[in-house]
RNA sequence: GGCGCCGUACCCAAGUGGUUAAGGGAGCAGUCUGCAAAACUGCGAUGCAGCGGUUCGACCCCGCUCGGCGCCU
């Protein structure tokens, strides 16, 4: 077991505060960052920045793997609770409070922390998002109806007319990402494509130290499985009950989620619990799957694969000493 | 020991003497600029248990062998 460095930098400097640092740790479902951040946030007397898409849901509690009381008590968790289920958010949303909250600590010259698997919310944040206009739910219910009356070809049609080169990057049945385009078009008067070109993700606000945490496939999806065995057995079922006796409804963003979502689907009885459990853990593993994908393409991760036998601390101090490391060399010389 | 049924991909499974051996599940790979735990896309048999035979041509018909299941003694 490795030692903690006896006295990490607590503080920024003034120098190091100017370079707008920002440590991130992303990874897939499961592989254990949470636990890892508090001893990191810890170190480092500073606070977890979530960048979890399903955390920021008040209510949902169990099945979006919230850290509980005691980890919150220890250490400030943000970004969590943000919005009741029936509201809508989004990256730009998350954006604009993340970056306060960084500001925040920056004042108090501490080292801000960003822990999550949304790599859209982190690319989001370290990237910015492009000038197009936000997401209009008015001009995309009335995009979705169109589809819907007079069939979604038309609006494919209409992209490859308008925006051709945008159409050309999505697939034809990718309609969500097709009406996003259109809806800027609409909204804008003009392309979803000059708007994307323009920003190329150029932009870096913050100097960032991305940490990759994963494990072996199969040890991951073993603690998936368990994790899942876990929430089951702590509620899960009766917080979706509560959340669809309270009005929310299925089909809304908040109850698409891992977990929510099959166990609604059981409870409206399209399946017994066996193949609920199924279900939800084969889901889990897609995800996890598809967060690496992501991952693996985003430049400048730093990745550390966790032995399965390896302590919390253990990884806790392979982190926070490759913290240290990247603190010493915001410096102007 | 006798009789009968069966053997097609990791699993389930359709199939016909002659296009390229359906489909589903699981798995794998990938896309992404304001719904991202979402949405969307792509991918497995050069071979049908094995070996012979019949045939212009066999996964399909015949024989033997192996394996599984059932029944009888």
Known sequence: ????PAKATCRLSETQVRFKPVVVMVGPTAVGKSRVAVEVAKAFETEVLTADSRQVYRGMDVGTDK???EERQAVPHRLIDLVDPDESFNAGLY???AVDEIERLYRDRRLPLVV???GLYVRTLLKGLCDAPPADLTVRAALRQEAKDQGYDCLYARLVDVDPAAAARLHPRDESKVIRALEVHQLSGRRMSEFQQEHGFAKRPFSALII??????GALYRRI???IDWQLAHGLIEETKQLLAQGYQRDSAAMKGLGYRQVAEHLAGEYDVAEMVRRFKRDTRHFSKRQMTWFRKEPGIQWLTIKESESVQHTA????GQVDRFLTTLRED
């Open 95 to 97: 954006r604009r409070q």
């Open 225 to 227: 499985e368990e994790r």
């Open 116 to 118: 999550g698997g949304t």
């Open 1 to 4: 077991m490795m030692a903690i």
């Open 212 to 217: 990759g945490l994963n494990r072996e496939r």
């Open 67 to 69: 850290p509980v009381p």
């Open 317 to 320: 101090a392979l982190v926070i």
